[in-house]
T-cell receptor, first 116, second 116 residues
Framework: AQKITQTQPGMFVQEKEAVTLDCTYD???????LFWYKQPSSGEMIFLIY??????QNATEGRYSLNFQKARKSANLVISASQLGDSAMYFC?????????????FGKGITLSVRP | KAGVTQTPRYLIKTRGQQVTLSCSPI?????VSWYQQTPGQGLQFLFE???????NKGNFPGRFSGRQFSNSRSEMNVSTLELGDSALYLC???????????????FGPGTRLTVL
């Protein structure tokens, strides 16, 4: 079974500074994908970044980068130059690629607050 | 390109009633997944439909059911509502044509269901 762990309490960061949101995972599948989603108070889940288990390089998407350490089973999200609009819940999720399967397993999420 | 749409956005029902939620995926997307989000349990996978067939199912009672139409639109039904069914119900769509397009899973704004 897959498991995603996000244990950080609410995170605070000063505007324009960088912040790292932690995520560890557990799976017995050799092939899987890791995702980060942002959920503002409106409720919609916004896709941020994706990392495949066989990708050689860490994924980057604009101000978002994923610090992927496969041996440690961690996939931390780094947000550079934080903006006030980054205040939201952030979810780490995983999907395995065995069979035809689009199911995502989510962590509990982390609340990020950006201070002006 | 229009995003994933869900209707209604808000719904109030009483215990014992039934409810139907609707999801229209992004044009061309054939996979629709449903998730339940509650403060206590977090985000949990309900089921996934692909080409009108249920392809994957989460660990929910039989009161939760769904279907997908030939135009890929999906409906989710909950019968005999319980207080614990109060949640944000999120729908996600994906091309799900191959391993690469499996990675693109876009969420709708959700339907917030309150059971009194």
């Amino acid at each position: 079974a897959q498991k995603i762990t996000q244990t950080q309490p609410g995170m605070f960061v000063q505007e324009k500074e960088a912040v790292t949101l932690d995520c560890t995972y557990d799976t017995s599948d050799p092939s899987y994908g890791l995702f980060w989603y942002k959920q503002p108070s409106s409720g919609e889940m916004i896709f941020l970044i994706y990392q495949g288990s066989y990708d050689q390089q860490n994924a980057t998407e604009g101000r978002y980068s994923l610090n992927f350490q496969k041996a440690r089973k961690s996939a931390n999200l780094v947000i550079s130059a934080s903006q006030l609009g980054d205040s939201a819940m952030y979810f780490c999720a995983m999907r395995d690629f065995t069979g035809a399967n689009s199911k995502l397993t989510f962590g509990k999420g982390i609340t990020l607050s950006v201070r002006p | 390109k229009a995003g994933v749409t869900q209707t209604p956005r808000y719904l109030i029902k009483t215990r014992g009633q039934q409810v139907t939620l609707s999801c229209s995926p992004i044009s061309g997307h054939r996979s629709v997944s449903w998730y339940q989000q509650t403060p206590g349990q977090g985000l949990q996978f309900l089921f996934e439909y692909f080409s009108e067939t249920q392809r994957n199912k989460g660990n929910f009672p039989g009161r939760f059911s769904g279907r997908q139409f030939s135009n890929s639109r999906s409906e989710m039904n909950v019968s005999t509502l319980e207080l614990g069914d109060s949640a944000l119900y999120l729908c996600a769509s994906s091309l799900a044509r191959d391993r690469v397009t499996y990675n693109e899973q876009f969420f709708g704004p959700g339907t917030r269901l309150t059971v009194l």
